[in-house]
């Protein structure tokens, strides 16, 4: 096959440097990717697959870092979002959308009482730092380390423009590491409002830890006797692991969850839920945002969930991921090849031995973006439920000629 190359995406990143500070920023920057093996921007999707704008198509792994669930442009989504739309999508009040969607989410996530809407996961996750500290009167919110809760001063992983006062009363533990949470509780003891985790452990540019057996058992402990707010930050995982939050998946019971991403399938807006007991608490703490009453994504978000429910999509999610992988990790075998596959298999993480600053990766995934399969060397990777057979086919297919580029280039 011919490779792909990406002339017009360089040409347009040339001109939006011009433009825009760095071009194009955050994760989306094509130096996060394999820069020159990869396009800048996209023109369309559809289901599992995205053209970017020279022309090519892709299957995509990243499904727009986890939101598209069901895969581009689900009819029955869009539907819902343009019914809405015709009504309009912007008002000074909420729709009748609002009572429905937290109706659907009250009901969904199990455990909660109440939710609330924000735009982007870093709205809900800081959300729910403000709502521990006021429910405790406390001041210290402990995270995993290396994990990504969002962008807000806080928890950035960059430290660039924020004076250091905004992370005083933030402090890290590993994850699974009871000991480390006891030791940081020791040294804070009576001033930890809350504890926030991904339901498992993914960083990026790291291997992901799935939770040891005890590991929620204790941490829930911990928290009860030490009157701290267990706070699940779901963003990545939720609506992909299990149907009704992860902490199902994971066996734990979490007093405040966090949702974005996957729950509009692609459509912008993210949610809090909290248990009864957070509820004066939360609305204690001032929470706005113009664009948070929005109609449209709400219709989409009940949609979404509705499909999910009804369609077994979380089973299919979990069998198509489990083929990705045992197919993926038997063409690295094949080309004599260590490779590390971590994580959920509906998320995975790859990475291979050895290669400590990830060239090895980058040459692998950007070989495959010019094979047409959009993979991501430094972030997991996402199966959606447009992913199909014949999808999954030509993505291990095309790794196993990867994988021999990169024993050749060893
Ligand atoms: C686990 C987790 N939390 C929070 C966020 C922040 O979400 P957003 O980028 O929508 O603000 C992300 C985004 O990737 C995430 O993966």
């Known amino acids: 096959m011919k490779l792909y190359s990406f002339e017009k995406s360089y040409k347009m990143f040339e001109e939006a440097k011009r433009m825009v500070p760095n071009g194009i920023y955050g994760p989306r920057s094509p130096y996060f990717l394999t820069y ?23 299957i995509d792994y990243m499904c727009s870092f986890g939101t598209n669930v069901l895969g581009m442009c689900n009819p029955e989504v869009d539907e819902a979002a343009m ?71 806080w928890c950035s992983h960059s430290t660039a423009g924020i004076p250091e006062e905004y992370r ?49 058992r204790g941490l829930e402990g911990l928290c ?8 699940m930050d779901d963003i990545r995982c939720g609506f992909r692991l299990h149907e009704n939050g992860s902490h199902c998946y994971y066996g734990c019971e979490p007093d405040i ?17 909290g248990k009864a007991a957070f509820k004066p608490a939360a609305e204690a703490v001032y929470f706005t945002g113009t664009h948070f009453f929005a109609a449209v994504p709400m219709a989409a978000s009940i949609a979404t969930i509705n499909i999910i429910n009804r369609d077994s999509v979380i089973k299919k999610l979990f069998d198509t991921g489990v083929k990705l992988r045992d197919g993926m990790l038997a063409q690295a075998k094949d080309a004599g090849l260590q490779v590390r596959y971590t994580g959920h298999p509906v998320m995975p993480f790859m990475r291979f031995e050895n290669d400590a600053d990830f060239s090895v990766n980058r040459l692998f995934c950007g070989e495959a973006a010019r094979r047409g399969v959009f993979l ?27 994988f021999k580029i990169v024993k050749e280039n060893k």
């Open 36 to 58: 020159g093996s990869y396009p800048c921007f996209f023109t369309r999707g559809r289901g599992s697959h995205v053209w970017d704008v020279d022309g090519n198509e892709y």
């Open 83 to 153: 019914d809405q739309m015709k009504r309009g999508e912007s008002f000074t009040l909420p729709t009748d959308r609002w009572n429905e969607l937290a109706a659907v989410l009250v009901k969904q996530v199990r455990g909660m009482d109440w939710t609330a809407f924000g735009k982007n996961g870093s709205d809900v996750t800081t959300y729910a730092t403000s709502i521990a500290r006021q429910h405790t009167g406390r001041k210290t919110i402990i995270n995993i380390t290396g994990a990504y809760n969002g962008a807000h001063f």
């Open 168 to 216: 005083a009363h933030v402090c890290s533990f590993n994850f699974n590491d009871l000991g480390g949470l006891e030791k940081l509780i020791g040294e804070h003891r009576g001033d930890i409002a809350g504890v926030m985790l991904t339901p498992h452990h993914h960083p990026a540019m790291a291997d992901q830890v799935l939770p040891d057996a005890d590991f929620y």
């Open 224 to 231: 009860k006797s030490e009157g701290i707010v267990f706070i």
């Open 257 to 273: 969850i966090c949702f974005g991403k996957a729950m509009a399938n692609g459509y912008p807006i993210s949610a809090i839920t």
């Open 376 to 402: 991501h060397p430094h972030h997991n990777w996402f199966v959606c439920l447009g992913h199909s057979q014949a999808d999954i086919d030509r993505t291990v297919e095309v790794a196993g000629e990867c």
